[in-house]
Nanobody
Framework: QVQLVESGGGLVQAGGSLRLSCVAS????????MGWYRQAPGKQRELVAE???????NYADSVKGRFTISRDNAKNTVYLQMNSLKPEDTAVFYC?????????????????WGQGTPVTVSS
C-alpha cells in the first residue's frame, strides 16, 4: 500500500520560513510527479508547486519567488521550502503524487494524497 507522510508544518510569524517534507513509501514502481497542494478554510484545494520527473517545476503565481520545491528521487521524498510567509499562506498543505505501481507500461498511473499538514502564519 502506498503512503505519503508529510511533516514540517506549524505556526510561524509573517516573514518567517518553514520547510515541508513528504516521504512516499510502499509498492511504487515509478513516480511521475510529486508536488504540494493547499486548502485554506472555506476555499478549494489549489496547486502550490509540483515537479515532474525529468521536467520543470511549476509554481502557483502566488508563491513564485518565495517557495522552492525539490525532490530526492533516491528517497522518494519531496520538499517545499517556504520563505517570506504571509498570513494568506495559512492552509493545510497536502502532498500529492502521481505514480505507477506496476512495471507494465499499459498500467494506469494513480494519484495519492498525504493526510495534510497545517501551516499557520500569524501577522
Amino acid at each position: 500500500q502506498v503512503q505519503l507522510v508529510e511533516s514540517g508544518g506549524g505556526l510561524v510569524q509573517a516573514g518567517g520560513s518553514l520547510r515541508l517534507s513528504c516521504v512516499a513509501s510502499g509498492r511504487i514502481f515509478s513516480i511521475k510527479t510529486m508536488g504540494w497542494y493547499r486548502q485554506a478554510p472555506g476555499k478549494q484545494r489549489e496547486l502550490v508547486a509540483e515537479v515532474p520527473s525529468g521536467g520543470m517545476s511549476n509554481y502557483a503565481d502566488s508563491v513564485k519567488g518565495r517557495f522552492t520545491i525539490s525532490r530526492d528521487n533516491a528517497k522518494n521524498t519531496v520538499y517545499l521550502q517556504m520563505n517570506s510567509l504571509k498570513p494568506e499562506d495559512t492552509a493545510v498543505f497536502y502532498c500529492h503524487m502521481i505514480a505507477s505501481i506496476e512495471s507494465n507500461p499499459s498500467a494506469p498511473t494513480l494519484q495519492y494524497w498525504g493526510q495534510g499538514t497545517p501551516v499557520t502564519v500569524s501577522s
